[in-house]
């Protein structure tokens, strides 16, 4: 009696130490050069990289964060804006995928426009309706007053993703918005982003497999096997 007793208390302790995290893939799309690698970088570590070139298939980072007292990581997948970087691994982007960022440029109207086409990938690679789709509008810093017929205003970005059911934000991966007291619209910090993500993902229920490699770095194909067993696994 004693030692079944010894031996479940220390399967409790066993258990309590690995505790389990769940990881979500989430997608960051939208047209070259609207900042989706500096992006990823300030929301997986906090800072703006000092130097990027143009993505060439995909890369990944991670970032680990605490949701009502459960571990959740997000998989953050920087994918090629350009159209001959992205060509073959289309596919391999919206595979199990559990969000998606559809990231824009406030001060290039283009690259707003263009979401529509973004869009329609993610239907064509069939992304369901169930998988949370976020629009972020991303160089708030760069804003003019002055110059507002060369800018997204925050009504049409609102207007868009309302029509299509996302969630809209809008931040600066170079300069973190501070947020001041006052009524007037204020950019989202990452820190906002990623938690109103991971809390999303994380009301919705267990990830259902995907392409998740297990670390920072570029997605070599091939490592599918290895990344499904790795959707749950201890933080
Ligand atoms: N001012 C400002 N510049 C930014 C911001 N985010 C990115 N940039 C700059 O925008 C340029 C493009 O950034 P990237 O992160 O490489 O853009 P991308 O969308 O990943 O581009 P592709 O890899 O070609 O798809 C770089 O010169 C960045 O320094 C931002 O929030 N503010």
């Known amino acids: 009696m004693e030692s079944s007793l010894e031996f479940s208390n220390s399967l409790g302790s066993v258990s309590s130490l690995m505790t389990r995290c769940r990881t979500f893939k989430v997608l960051l799309i939208g047209d070259s050069g609207v900042g989706k690698t500096c992006l990823t970088h300030r929301l997986s570590d906090g800072r703006f990289p000092s130097r990027v070139e143009a993505t060439i298939g995909v890369d990944f980072r991670e970032r680990q964060l ?32 559990h969000a998606v960022l ?38 708030s810093d760069l804003r003019e007053p002055g110059r507002k017929a060369q800018q ?6 609102a207007s868009f993703a309302k029509a299509h059911g996302m969630t809209l934000f809008e931040t600066s991966a170079k300069k973190p918005p501070v947020k001041r007291a006052g009524g007037e619209f204020q950019p989202d910090s990452a820190e906002d982003i990623v938690f109103a993500v991971a809390a999303k993902l994380k009301r919705q229920g267990r990830p259902s497999g995907g392409d998740a490699p297990a670390h920072n770095g570029s997605f070599k194909v091939g490592n599918r096997k290895k990344a499904e067993k790795e959707l749950w696994t201890c933080c």
């Open 66 to 97: 605490d949701v009502d007292e459960e571990k959740v990581k997000l998989q953050l997948w920087d994918t090629a804006g350009q159209e001959r970087f992205r060509k073959s691994l289309v596919q391999h982007y919206y595979r199990n995928v």
């Open 102 to 139: 559809f990231i824009y440029d406030v001060t290039c109207p283009a690259s707003f426009a263009g979401l529509a086409s973004w869009v329609e990938e993610c239907r064509q690679n069939r992304v369901g309706q169930d998988v949370p789709r976020f629009v972020v509008g991303n160089k």
């Open 152 to 157: 997204v205003s925050r009504e049409q970005a």
